[in-house]
């Protein structure tokens, strides 16, 4: 029996040799937490880059937009800068011309508009008052009076323009500057006069210098800046 062997304890529980056996200590729980998170981390990290490549790599052209390398611009994927659009032929605006952009037609002028005023309102005189400020203008006035029954009290918006559908190539936007909310409509007349027909909501006309920097912005509109090339 070897000394180091305690006293009254032999058999199975005797010690050989001349130096006391290691007991190693017990794991700790807490690093087999750590291992088993940091592994499930590992494991995630590796399956988002993965979808990302894919993603990068697969491409995807359905509805996807993409920054423009300079500005807050978006543009579709595929879409091809200025220089490339040119050399494959495909048109691109370089702006909006203004209002008589639109038709490619010249704006006519107010003297070339011939304006009949009709008053739908329960306010007397407003026809005439309406129809002599206009005329000061450089309109032409045609007919003056009361709003045909088909209208009379029923405009609630300011002001209703009324004329053939060629009317909308410009005669439409020349007299709106002068009433700020008006309607337009078109009906089945052969002439190119326009109708006024003045509604509840009505006021006063556009102050005149006002409406003149509106005709002007109509005639030589400033072009929109054009987006930013996609890259």
């Known amino acids: 029996m070897s000394m180091l062997t305690p006293p009254g304890m032999g058999g199975k529980y005797r ?3 001349e130096r006391y056996p290691r007991m190693s200590r017990p794991r700790s729980r807490r690093r087999l937490v750590f291992a088993a998170f940091g592994s499930v981390l590992a494991l995630g990290l590796v399956g988002w880059g993965t979808l990302q490549l894919i993603d990068v790599f697969s491409g995807d052209d359905g509805g996807q937009t993409v920054r423009a390398a300079h500005g807050t ?3 579709e994927r595929g879409d091809k800068r200025p220089d490339e659009n040119a050399k494959s032929g495909r048109a691109e605006d370089s702006g909006r011309s203004g209002e008589s952009g ?27 008052d309406t129809a002599e400020e206009l005329e ?6 045609g007919k003056v009076g009361n709003a045909p029954a088909e209208y009379d009290k ?5 002001g209703m323009l009324l004329g053939a559908p060629g009317a909308d190539d410009g005669a439409f936007n020349v007299l709106g500057t002068q009433l700020d909310g008006a309607r337009t409509k078109n009906d089945a007349r052969d002439g190119k006069d326009i109708d006024l027909i003045i509604g509840s909501g009505f006021k006063d006309l556009v102050k005149q210098k006002d409406a003149d920097k509106a005709l002007a912005t109509l005639a030589k509109p400033s072009p929109t800046p054009s987006k930013t090339p996609c890259r």
Do not use: E, H, M, W
């Open 15 to 17: 010690i050989t040799g």
């Open 73 to 75: 611009d978006t543009c």
């Open 136 to 141: 000061k203008r450089g309109f032409k006035i």
């Open 102 to 128: 639109r038709t490619g037609r010249k704006l006519p002028k107010p003297s070339q508009i011939t304006v009949n005023v009709y008053n739908a309102t329960t306010r007397s005189g407003l026809a005439k």
């Open 154 to 158: 029923k405009v609630k918006a300011p």
